[in-house]
């Protein structure tokens, strides 16, 4: 199907665990985001890519890496999980940076006990 | 960076009454001004945006104004339907790669 997907939509993982949150688009856009959405702080950049293999921080990138090696994939990956990082997370792409629309997944539920 | 400022976080009305939500941005050099619809349980999708030279847009119910002066834009709906009930974000796009910062998001309820 086209569009954009994420996987898993809910996870409940450990404190100290890694844990990857995958992000695939049909699209071929350039430019692909990860946002966290938590209450009283809208929607917030972690990280951002321009083009396979460039990738750059945004607002809380904190404890996250991100990889671009394909286009159409964009995993987010909590190294060592902290209860701090329990949020909804979305994924996001556009054609031509934000300065266009941006397309949004359903979003991945994530809580670290 | 400054977050943008978006007011009310929450708004009810009736259904058939109007809303506006109101959002203030900080970089005067900001041209273009998103806002999003977020229904329970979705992503964020575009309803209606706006570039800086123009100062309102209309789409059917929706419209968007722009006072470049004051850094406001406003987000308008008319004739609201219970299906209009969701969390509205705006945005601003910053730096080189026009990022989105969003604003903290309203939550409009229509009650039938």
């Known amino acids: 199907d086209a569009g954009i997907t994420q996987s898993p939509r809910y996870k409940i993982t450990e404190t100290g665990r890694q844990v990857t949150l995958m992000c695939h688009q049909t699209?071929?856009?350039?430019?692909m985001f990860w946002y966290r959405q938590d209450l009283g702080h809208g929607l917030r950049l972690i990280y951002y890519?321009?083009?396979?293999?460039?990738?750059d921080k945004g607002e809380v990138p904190d404890g996250y890496v991100v990889s671009r090696s394909k286009t159409e994939n964009f995993p987010l990956t909590l190294e060592s999980a902290t209860r701090s990082q329990t949020s909804v997370y979305f994924c996001?792409?556009?054609?031509?940076?934000?300065?266009?629309?941006?397309?949004f997944g359903q979003g991945t539920r994530l809580t670290v006990v | 960076g400054e977050n943008v400022e978006q007011h009310p976080s929450t708004l009810s009305v009736q259904e058939g009454d109007s809303a506006v939500i109101k959002c203030t941005y900080s970089?005067?050099?900001?041209?273009?001004f998103p806002w999003y619809k977020q229904e329970l349980g979705k992503g964020s999708q575009l309803i209606i945006d706006?570039?800086?030279?123009?100062g309102e847009k209309k789409d059917q119910r929706i419209a968007v104004t722009l006072n470049k002066t004051a850094k406001h834009f406003s987000l308008h709906i008319t004739e609201t339907q219970p299906e209009d009930s969701a969390v509205y974000f705006c945005?601003?796009?910053?730096?080189?790669?026009?990022?989105?910062?969003f604003g903290k998001g309203t939550k409009l309820s229509v009650k039938p």
């Open positions: 996001a792409s556009s054609a031509d940076g934000m300065n266009t629309e941006a397309f």
């Open positions: 699209w071929s856009h350039s430019y």
């Open positions: 890519s321009a083009a396979a293999d460039i990738t």
């Open positions: 970089d005067s050099a900001s041209n273009y």
């Open positions: 706006i570039r800086s030279n123009v």
């Open positions: 945005a601003e796009p910053r730096g080189s790669q026009g990022n989105l910062i």
